[in-house]
């Protein structure tokens, strides 16, 4: 590995499962920073901001730097700012991830892009066709991440990936 000056780790499922944990993740994270390696984190999670995660993998004794983590919303935070600067946004997540898209003008109606993650039991009939209207105005509908199902129910279910809409 010396020709590698960093990694790069998933954390849900690498480092932790169902915020337990792995063995040895905490033990081979100092393995890595004493042996001088950069080390960044990504994660598809979408049910809370990255300061709210990384607290709670601090709370289980795994201490990750902040801005070393990137999240499916702080990504699409990102993607927001660079390709629809000064756009409104509707975020539909649960959570607190609203804290990653600092200087993102969010509103509740008239949205020009409606956002969707981590949203499950926000799929209501009445949110559905409050989105619906602003689509049919023309707001632009981003997915947090595109994984078509999950496992995280008591079985497999529709995830909300192949909502992806008008980019």
């Excluded at 990102?78 to 804290?99: E, F, S």
Aim: with cysteine.
């Amino acid at each position: 590995m010396a020709s590698f000056r960093g990694v790069l780790l998933d954390i849900d499922g690498v480092l932790h499962v169902s915020l337990q944990a792995v063995a040895g993740a905490n033990e081979t994270l100092l393995w890595l920073a004493q042996r001088g390696y950069q080390i960044c984190f990504v994660t598809n999670t979408t049910t809370s901001s990255r300061a709210t995660l990384v607290q709670n993998l601090k709370e289980i004794g795994l201490s990750l730097d902040e801005e070393r983590v990137v999240t499916a919303p702080v990504a699409t935070a990102n993607y927001i700012r660079q390709h629809y600067p000064g756009k409104r946004c509707w975020l539909l997540t649960k959570g607190d991830t609203a804290r990653d898209f600092a200087g993102i003008d969010l509103v509740e109606s008239h949205a020009d892009l409606i956002v969707i993650g981590g949203a499950e039991e926000l799929l209501t009939c009445e949110n559905m066709n409050h989105a619906f209207r602003m689509l049919m105005d023309g707001a632009i509908l981003l997915a947090t991440h595109t994984n078509l199902y999950n496992n995280q129910c008591s079985a497999t279910g529709s995830d909300y990936g192949w909502r992806r809409y008008r980019e």
